[in-house]
């Protein structure tokens, strides 16, 4: 039943797909190279190039924390979280969202492609492709912890977006898987440096600054979505509760990360601090532009704040 309803959704996103050359031609070598190029190209749009080191700032976290070297699995680990993860994540998410990715004014820049039916066997592909890699490559070399923690990146990516699972449409499940995302970046970072299966694990605070977090930012962006989301019938977080209760929400998870982080750097409380009184502000003006831009400018900060906090411990 679950591979049936895969291959269903499957041929969905396929159906009426342009094809990639006229039948019977046989393009030339320069026209093969533009093709392939032009694909390269798209694929690194469609993977959210602004939110590279943000995503990479937990793996990084997780490196330091564990005060792991940087060799050549540490670095593999820091690159999968741009552009590779880019595709699984938002790949998987832009074809399962064409409906409402249509309708949404932001979409089609920074925010996100919209991805046509000609696209969606490439990303499939490409998606298959970065997951067996790298997976291939933390197992072979001993890494296995670390391949699990990724394999739980790749899991996400799939349930959160790929019927019939679909957590985008499953209230509060959606906002905590994206904390767990959070979390597993984390974990794959602190483990990084692990060969075979000795295991430890970073304080409790983390693992729930970690969750608290990446569920926030979600939740936040789930606000800036509500009437595209309300339209298509999608039932998020924000669709559920309603917008003011999903940033009453936002605003007491931002003074939970404020307690977590008390006795941490005055950098990073400042950082929450900033977050719970824009999430205030949002409250005050629900405006879809608003509520993007003020969210994405705060998740902009974090390579910022990150940097800061790296410079100053070392």
């Known amino acids: ?30 026209t093969k ?9 798209r694929l690194v749009f469609i993977s959210r190039p602004a939110g590279w080191l943000p995503f990479a700032c937990p793996y990084i976290a997780g490196v330091i924390l ?11 680990g820091a690159f999968f979280c741009t552009f590779p993860m880019g595709i699984v994540v938002f790949g998987l998410n832009d074809i399962a969202d064409k409906k409402s990715d249509v309708i949404n004014s932001r979409k089609g820049g920074a925010a996100g492609a919209i991805v046509n039916n000609s696209e969606t066997k490439l990303l499939v592909y490409a998606s298959l492709v ?17 391949a699990l923690w990724t394999l739980g990146i790749l899991v996400f990516a799939y349930t959160y977006s790929v019927p019939p699972i679909r957590l985008k449409t499953r209230p509060i499940l959606d906002g905590f898987s994206n904390g767990l995302w959070g979390l597993f970046i984390l974990m794959s970072g602190f483990t990084a440096s692990i060969v075979g299966l000795r295991a430890f694990y970073p304080h ?15 939740v936040l962006f789930t606000v800036a979505d509500y009437e595209v989301d309300k339209k298509v019938g999608d039932t998020t977080i924000a669709v559920y509760l309603g917008k003011i209760k999903t940033l009453i929400l936002c ?21 929450f601090l900033l977050c719970a009184l824009t999430t205030l502000a949002m409250m005050r003006r629900p405006t879809p532009r608003f509520t993007y831009r003020a969210t994405g400018i705060l998740v902009l900060l974090m390579p910022v704040l990150f940097a800061y906090l790296v410079l100053k411990t070392y």
């Open 130 to 146: 970065v997951s067996v890699l790298f997976e291939a490559v933390y197992i072979t070399t001993g890494h296995y912890l670390t």
């Open 204 to 218: 409790w605070r983390l693992v729930f600054l970690a969750v608290l977090t990446g569920m926030v930012f979600h």
């Open 33 to 41: 190279i533009m093709k392939t190029w032009n694909n390269i190209k």
């Open 1 to 30: 039943m679950f591979m049936g309803e895969w291959r269903n959704w499957y041929t969905r996103t396929t159906q009426n797909r342009v094809p990639l050359r006229i039948e019977g031609s046989i393009p030339s070598s320069p």
């Open 66 to 76: 564990a005060e792991a070297d940087w060799n050549f699995i540490t670095w593999l």
């Open 251 to 271: 605003e007491l998870i931002f003074i939970a990360d404020l307690f977590l982080t008390r006795h941490s750097s005055a950098g990073l409380r400042a950082f």
